[in-house]
């Protein structure tokens, strides 16, 4: 069985420039997530879906990032503009159902904004 | 956002017993405590769970006191392979956010 995908793996830009992040979860997992993890911390939760649904966005700076999963079942993580301390390795995750289930990582896209 | 809290690092040796603490205060009732493991360039990857006393599976254990406060990962006749950083993640607080804690970097020596 296929893991979760991430693309790109790494992305450098500019910073002001927008960039994307593509999640393609585990079959049949409901819950999907993203996290930002920066050097020498753990992982720190965006946004968390169950289907279609944001059910867990506190922690995602609106003013520049947005995500959506519209059929429920890809994601997109957008960043617009980026920001130098935006550089970190985005991880997206995904759980059978809720957020008490064992959540699978994808392998991250690294970020640098220059 | 109160975060959990784990030791920076530890060091032991080959066939060593390792336990590793976590404090998480202020766990909500039904949440349970999940800790990972992840590899330099890897996501985290699942160890074990558990909600109240003791869990094992056929990698490590997990013990959590009667008053959930903290919890132990212990893993058994650590190897090389073991190198790596460890995460405690629980259900935090009354907006049930997702929070992993500061992670614990396991180095395994020879």
């Known amino acids: 069985e296929a893991g979760v995908v991430q693309s790109p793996r790494y992305k450098i830009i500019e910073k002001k420039q927008p960039v994307a992040f593509w999640c393609n979860p585990i079959s049949g997992h409901n819950t999907l997530y993203w996290y930002r993890q920066n050097l020498g911390q753990g992982p720190e939760l965006l946004i968390r879906?169950?289907?279609?649904?944001?059910?867990?966005d506190s922690q995602l700076p609106k003013d520049r990032f947005s995500a959506e999963r519209l059929k429920g079942v890809d994601s997109t993580l957008k960043i617009q503009p980026a920001e130098l301390g935006d550089s970190a390795v985005y991880l997206c995750a995904s759980s059978l159902r809720t957020a008490y289930n064992e959540q699978f990582f994808g392998p991250g896209t690294r970020l640098t904004v220059l | 956002l109160a975060k959990t809290t784990q030791p920076i690092s530890m060091d032991s040796y080959e066939g060593q017993e390792v336990n590793i603490t976590c404090s998480h205060n202020n766990i909500a009732t039904n949440d349970y405590i999940t800790w990972y493991q992840q590899f330099p360039s890897q996501g985290p990857r699942f160890i074990i769970q558990g909600y109240k006393t003791k869990v094992t599976n056929e990698v490590a254990s997990l013990f959590i006191p009667a008053d959930r406060k903290s919890s132990t990962l212990s893993l058994p006749r650590v190897s090389l392979s073991d190198t790596a950083v460890y995460y405690c993640l629980a259900l935090r607080g009354s907006a049930r956010q997702l929070t992993f804690g500061s992670g614990t970097q396991l180095t395994v020596l020879p």
């Open positions: 879906y169950e289907n279609e649904e944001a059910v867990d």
